[in-house]
């Protein structure tokens, strides 16, 4: 008996009603919010804006945040990389429930984690008491915001590493080894090259991700003015004191930045693409 299966069928609706679906979510998350952090800064006059966006205080926020975000996307490049590894190369007793937990940081609301991360690394947390002991502080300094900004976007790189290492077939490796090239030398040449590009990607989401994360670091950071004050609690103090005009015009500079990199990462993911196939 032949079976009905009409080509053109697909399990989402129509094209128009997935169309008209996916516009109103995007107009109501993202552009929308846009529009009235655009409409705040519109109200300001550019010598308005400048003295907002250039305050001394403000700036220190910046310098802060952008070298603990930096430090903190480095730090997961490297562990998420082996992470995605570990996941995808082997076969382990209890591996399902620790792929499970490289989600816990999306799972677990920003100001729970900040509070545990500070209760863990104070000085008579878990974790505190065995780096106090080493002349190491953590909490309530601003080596407890590049530790929360680690916890908060480590997923975006094993996420993004993850499915291009299990896309990766496994003869290209067979063949350098069987011409007698070392490991080392088959992750260099062979695996490396193709997972540059997503490595990247995740290292930039993860940078962009720091560069706005609130909760996690409030608790753990300390926030003292020009040591440990990040660019989102400088926003908060403004929106405390009701001068949402200035909070937007800090928020701006923050997803101008994020929009930025993020234009840079896909430019040269594409030219690298390019390149490597044309090969």
Partial sequence: MARNNKPG?????????????????????????????????????????????SDERVVASYRVTLWAAAIASVFNGVVGLLLAWVLVRYEFWGKRVVDALMDLPFALPTAVAGITLAALFSEGGWYGQLLAALGIKVAFTPLGIIVAMSFTSLPFVVRTVQP?????????????VSLGASDWTVFRRVLFPSLWPALMTGVALSFTRSLGEFGAVIFIAGNMPYVSEITSLMIFVRLQEYDYAAASAIASVVLIV??????????????????????
């Fill in 164 to 176: 291009v290492l299990e896309d990766i077939a496994p003869e290209d490796e067979e063949a350098a």
């Fill in 258 to 279: 994020s929009l930025l990199l993020l234009l840079a990462i896909n430019l040269w993911q594409a030219r690298y693409l390019r390149r490597l196939h044309g090969r």
């Fill in 9 to 53: 069928k697909r399990v989402l609706p129509g094209f128009a009603l997935s169309l008209g679906v996916s516009l109103l979510f995007i107009g109501l998350v993202l552009l929308l919010p846009l529009t009235g952090l655009v409409m705040q800064t519109a109200g300001m006059s550019w010598g308005e804006y400048w003295a907002v966006i």
